[in-house]
């Protein structure tokens, strides 16, 4: 049974940092493809950063390019989300995502991602 766990959120001032953390079970991360996505109240599900199965590359939503790194610890199993400079508008539910098979790693699309996790709170304050 495949389980993504999201941890790291929490509050914090504007110009602050976070790490986020998504622990897996149930399938190998070098197997899949992964992603963030946020979702602040009202709005649609956002993706924000995307990293290959192999690591090899990544993509960013533009308002968090420089600002934000994914990347991914194979030996524990992890994918990680680290945050920093965050602004008043990075704050929403940050969820995990991951799937067996990607056409393109030019965008990040939610219908693309068939495992999620439960989602984590990030809220920034000004």
């Known amino acids: 049974q495949v389980q993504l766990v999201e941890s790291g959120g929490g509050s914090v001032q504007a110009g602050g940092s976070l790490r986020l953390s998504c622990a897996a079970s149930g399938l190998a991360i070098t197997d899949y493809y992964w992603a963030w996505f946020r979702q602040a109240p009202g709005n649609e599900r956002e993706g924000v950063a995307q990293?290959?199965?192999?690591?090899?590359?990544?993509t960013y939503t533009g308002s968090v390019k420089g600002r934000f790194s994914i990347t991914k610890d194979n030996s524990k199993n992890t994918l990680y989300l680290q945050m920093n400079s965050l602004k008043p508008e990075d704050t929403a539910i940050y969820y995990c995502?991951?799937?067996?098979?990607?056409?393109?790693?030019?965008?990040?699309?939610?219908?693309?991602?068939?495992?999620w996790g439960q989602g984590t709170q990030v809220s920034v304050s000004s």
């Open positions: 990293i290959h199965r192999l690591s090899v590359s990544t």
């Open positions: 995502a991951a799937t067996r098979g990607l056409m393109s790693m030019t965008t990040i699309k939610a219908s693309n991602y068939n495992y």
